[in-house]
C-alpha cells in the first residue's frame, strides 16, 4: 500500500496491481483505500497524478461507503442477517 499526501494536507491511500488492461481501473473501499489496476507501461509518477487529480471524488466515495455500512448495519465483526 502507498499513500499520496495531497496539498491541502490529507492522504490518499492505494494498492497498484499491474496487469495486462487496456485501460487503468480504479475502484474505492469502505476502508478508504483504492485499489489501482494498471498496465506495466504507465509509470507509478502518471498513476499518482491522475490519483491526485481525482482525490476529491475518492475521498468522497469512501466517505459514502462507510456512512452506508453504518445505515445498514455492516461491520467488521459480522453483518446481521433476517434481524
Known amino acids: ?6 496539498p491541502d494536507g490529507r492522504e490518499l491511500k492505494y494498492e497498484l496491481t499491474r496487469k495486462r488492461v487496456k485501460n487503468i481501473n480504479m475502484r474505492v473501499s469502505s476502508n478508504g483505500i483504492v485499489q489501482v489496476s494498471a498496465n506495466n507501461r504507465l509509470t507509478i509518477e502518471n498513476i499518482e497524478a491522475i490519483l491526485a487529480e481525482r482525490a476529491d471524488y475518492f475521498l468522497n466515495a469512501a466517505k459514502q461507503l462507510q456512512e452506508r455500512e453504518k445505515r445498514m448495519g455492516i461491520s467488521d465483526d459480522g453483518m446481521r442477517w433476517l434481524g
Open 1 to 6: 500500500m502507498k499513500i499520496i499526501s495531497l
